[in-house]
């Protein structure tokens, strides 16, 4: 049927594929969007590193966010493919549009209460059980690794200059680790999010992992480029308008640590420089704890 993608032919439903998209092609992973006859839909993600381990956790956790009632694609089938060298997961299809390309066209107050739903689903996640009791790499010891890595580099320091400002903030950080951790989704933010008829699901749980529950905000810096008023909703809902202040410290440390770990992704320089010189405006040039578009949301009035 498709020679081009005969490594799919140990998949359940093969020989139901009418049309395979490439949707993103990493080293590691790679997803399509596969349309079945009688207009059936799924997504189809193939992780080219196959841990046993690893691949079993992804298993035990679709199952815990369908218990929990997580409103996110069901997984419908997985195992062994390319001569049994990957490991597929075949989800159904999510109805329904990226909130990213669509928020924009929404009323401020819809923007509002849709990220609202988002920090309540959220705080949900982060109530699921860690699998396997899941030894998460401590924080503070990944913001020394990021110090050490690019204080003395001059050479990214001219290419990125914002990143001198980053390292001196985190040096005077003295984050310290909680003694409780949870599990994360790892890369939550606007872009992996569905709308549909006013309600949110949630996709891509490839970086879910145990961690600091407020590490799960460092994609809020992203939701309030596209829309501050879904960003500041995001935090409302989570904690039920009753935001702590130590809530803020520590976001600022994880977003100027996040801001550095852009640089070792797959990122083009223009995207990193971008989101770079916004966190600064946000957060004043790193003077200030509380982003620019939550301090300024007095000044909005939300029906």
């Not at 409302?236 to 994880?254: A, M, R, T």
């Amino acid at each position: 049927m498709f020679f081009k993608y005969k490594e799919f032919q140990l998949i359940p439903e093969y020989n139901k594929f009418k049309k395979i998209d490439p949707i993103s092609i990493h080293e590691t992973v790679r997803k399509y969007h596969i349309y079945l006859w009688r207009k059936k839909e799924r997504l189809l993600v193939i992780y080219t590193d196959f841990y046993q381990k690893e691949d079993f956790y992804r298993i035990d956790l679709h199952a815990q966010l369908r218990e929990s009632n997580i409103p996110t694609n069901d997984l419908i089938s997985c195992g062994l493919c390319s001569d049994h060298l990957d490991f597929f997961m075949l989800y159904d299809w999510l109805e329904g549009e990226d909130l990213s390309g669509v928020i924009s066209g929404l009323s401020e107050t819809e923007q509002y209460r849709l990220g609202i739903q988002s920090g309540k689903i959220l705080k949900r996640v982060h109530s699921l059980s860690l699998i396997y009791n899941e030894k998460p790499v401590k924080k503070s010891s990944e913001i020394e690794a990021l110090i050490r890595k690019y204080e003395n580099d001059p050479v990214c320091m001219e290419k990125y200059p914002c990143i001198k400002v980053f390292v001196d903030f985190l040096k005077e950080s003295n984050h310290k680790d909680p003694e409780r951790y949870v599990f994360l989704h790892g890369d939550y933010n606007i872009n992996n999010l569905i709308y549909n008829k006013g309600e949110l699901s949630i996709i891509d749980w490839v970086y879910g992992r145990a961690g600091e529950p407020w590490e799960d905000f460092t994609g809020n810096i992203v939701n309030a480029q596209i829309s501050p008023f879904f960003a500041m909703g995001q935090i409302d809902g989570y904690f039920d308008h009753k935001v702590p202040d130590e809530f803020w410290k520590e976001l600022s440390v994880f977003t100027a640590a996040h801001q550095l770990e852009l640089l070792d992704k797959d990122l083009n320089e223009e995207l990193i420089v971008n989101q770079h010189e916004y966190t600064m405006k946000e957060y004043c040039n790193m003077s200030e704890t509380i982003p620019c578009y939550y301090k300024d949301r007095e000044k909005i009035i939300l029906s």
